[in-house]
């Protein structure tokens, strides 16, 4: 996944990123407005990571965001393809 994808669904994934990095506050959220960068920073403050390890978990985080996208997408798709 793109992180302009990311970037421009940033509302709708503040969520996703609480459930994943409960540290972060909605302020904390807000200020980073989906900037890479800035989420990386906050978490190297937040839980003392570097910053590989930092970019690494935002990594993990896409690939299984875009995972859940994805099976939810074909799930839908299913849905909406049956006939009751």
């Known amino acids: 996944m793109d992180w302009n994808v990311i970037e421009g669904n940033w509302e709708q994934l503040k969520g996703s990123i609480k459930k994943q990095w409960d540290q972060l506050t909605d302020d904390d959220l807000d200020e980073i407005a989906g900037n890479r960068e800035q ?46």
């Open 39 to 84: 989420l990386a920073s906050r978490l190297v403050a937040l839980y003392g990571l570097n910053e590989a390890a930092a970019d690494e978990e935002i990594d993990d985080w896409m690939f299984t965001e875009e995972y859940r996208m994805y099976i939810q997408k074909e799930i839908e798709g299913w849905l909406n393809s049956r006939h009751y």
